[in-house]
């Protein structure tokens, strides 16, 4: 994705640029963050992945000056962060963390308006916004608005915080681990919610998690941090199939062919319906990833499968031979070889 | 018991009432704006904690009648020895709440309020202070009760209350007298206690665990 190639909607997201950024914490032998430059496209859905102390929650939160940068440049569209009070900047950054920090003595109602009234919206709004921020996070105003945070479940608490983040219509959203306290049904169903928000609004987010199928799943790129330095950063499929290191190959388990088959969408790897085509094949839809389709082929006991699009009309076949050419063209395995022959002449 | 005295003289209890309130209440007054200065600072400054609240737990160590025994070369007797011990008194109850229900107050819930874009003055007047009053206000309803008790001994040194009551009591061998004076601090006492538990119950964070209990 390149700035020609997606014009900039004013609904939606900002660009954010990190240069050189850099974070060291007093008494620490190495920076939290290295010298990274970033370039986020407007609306973009980027996830910081890496294990724990690899630096991906104190750049995220250098974004809106929770922790202050020791070097380097962040910018939102053309306003470096620093050009503004803090309050003032984050005003217009949405803010979710994984313990939720919803205010515990306050109504729903009263944590969703928590923006709007420090912007000083007139009543009337802040309400109207109320109710139709919990109409979007699936949260009945007619029986929420009213409640307390502990009356509600983990899950529905994390909904909140993501309605009181939204309010004031942010164009970039900053989330930490937003679902990692919650158990995987849960998780599995917010992750798809924010997705169908992220449709809707086009805000730009940045989203930290250690969880590889979470990135997998949310990002359009995902960054790859390791001691603070960015190792890779690319989209998900590009990650799993071309690791830039070994590092990056292990942490996302991109020999795992299993995980490989759950990023490469069917339809990339379907061929066109020839004479084989039988109308008893079970059928699949062309959105789903190759992994579904190895579950349907062992579930069905079918060699082959009619991919159908949205309406259900068949458009191509998949069979387990474009299964195997599709996940080793993508050839991970390689790529590890080769990698080791550069890194052995070093 | 004899309650031959409460009887026959209740206007003498009364005005004895009267004082024992206002000189618990002086104390209060004097003892509540200087535990806000040594709480904000044990609470903001971190290694001031551990010393002031050190500090103060100590002072409470020495027996009340001690301190007044050594407070009156300088101070004399009257009002002045007797506040100055109950303000002293006073601050363990306020400064211990004060810090334990500011620093109490989930880290989480404070940077969430930083990160949604309040300010310093916000965040303490909408998410810290209110999260903290619970315990905040339970120091002062110990510290107030405390005060109402040790209030007492004053007497001793001619400053007024209840106490002087049951001193003048016992030094007459009145038992009828001694016991007016026990009555009425018991129920000056649980009265304030009542009262501001009441208040408790009104704060924000209360009257949210209220709605959450089932």
């Known amino acids: 994705m390149s700035r020609q190639q997606q014009e900039r909607d004013p609904q939606g997201g900002s660009a954010i640029r990190l240069e050189n950024l850099s974070k060291q914490y007093p008494n620490s032998p190495h920076p939290a963050v290295d010298n990274v430059s970033l370039d986020i496209e407007p609306g973009e859905f980027v996830v910081f992945l890496g294990p724990s102390g690899c630096g991906k929650t104190t750049l995220l939160k250098m974004v809106n000056r929770i922790y202050e940068p020791t070097g380097g440049k962040i910018w939102i569209d053309k306003t470096e962060v620093h050009e503004l009070a803090a309050p003032q900047l984050r005003r217009q950054i949405g803010y979710v963390i994984q313990q939720t920090g919803l205010f515990p003595h306050m109504r729903i109602a009263d944590n969703v308006a928590t923006v709007p009234r420090l912007l000083k919206w007139k009543k009337a709004r802040i309400n109207r916004r109320v109710e139709e921020l919990l109409d979007l996070v699936g949260l009945p105003p007619e029986s929420y608005a009213r409640r307390y945070p502990a009356q509600l479940s983990g899950g529905e608490q994390q909904r909140v915080g993501l309605a009181r983040a939204l309010a004031a219509e942010p164009s970039t959203m900053l989330m930490d681990e937003p679902f990692g306290a919650l158990d995987a049904i849960t998780r599995n169903r917010l992750q798809e919610e924010l997705l169908r928000i992220h449709r809707q609004i086009k805000q730009t987010i940045l989203f930290v998690t250690h969880d590889i199928d979470e990135a997998v799943r949310l990002a359009d790129r995902i960054v790859v941090l390791r001691q603070g330095k960015v190792e890779q950063f690319a989209t998900p499929l590009e990650i799993i199939s071309n690791p830039a290191n070994d590092f990056v190959a292990e942490l996302v388990g991109a020999e795992d062919v299993l995980r490989r088959m759950s990023l490469i969408p069917i339809a990339s790897a379907a061929t066109a319906i020839n004479g084989q085509r039988n109308v008893d094949d079970p059928t699949i839809s062309g959105s789903s990833f190759l992994r579904d389709a190895i579950g349907t082929m062992v579930e069905t006991g079918s060699e082959r499968l009619s991919v159908v699009d949205e309406d259900g009309h068949p458009v191509k076949s998949l069979t387990m031979e474009d299964i195997q050419q599709a996940v080793s063209t993508s050839d991970a395995e390689e790529n590890a070889s080769e990698r080791r022959a550069t890194s052995a002449s070093d | ?214």
Not at chain 2, 188 to 197: G, P
């Open chain 2, 1 to 214: 018991m004899d309650f031959t005295y409460l009887r026959e003289n209740p206007d003498v209890v009364w005005e004895h009432t009267i004082e024992h309130i206002q000189l618990s209440l002086t104390a209060m007054g004097i003892a509540m704006p200087i535990a806000i200065v040594l709480g904000i600072l044990a609470t903001r400054i971190l290694w001031l904690t551990t010393p002031i609240v050190s500090i103060i737990s100590i002072l409470y160590t020495v027996p009340s009648i001690a301190l007044l025994a050594f407070l009156i070369p300088s101070q004399g007797i009257g009002e002045r020895p007797a506040l100055i011990m109950l303000v002293m008194y006073a601050q363990l109850f306020l400064v211990r709440n004060i810090v334990a229900g500011l620093n109490g107050v989930d880290p989480a819930t404070l940077e969430a309020a930083r990160g949604l874009g309040m300010n310093e003055a916000q965040l303490f007047a909408k998410v810290w202070l209110p999260l903290a009053l619970p315990v905040i206000i339970a120091g002062v309803r110990t510290g107030l009760v405390t005060t109402i008790s040790l209030a007492t001994i004053a007497g001793w040194v001619n400053a007024g209350g209840l106490g002087e009551l049951m001193f003048q009591g016992l030094a007459l061998g009145r038992e009828s007298t001694v016991l007016a004076g026990v009555v009425a601090v018991s129920a000056l006492s649980l009265t304030i206690d009542i009262l501001i538990r009441a208040l408790e119950r009104l704060t924000p964070v209360a009257r949210a665990q209220r709605a959450a209990a089932p």
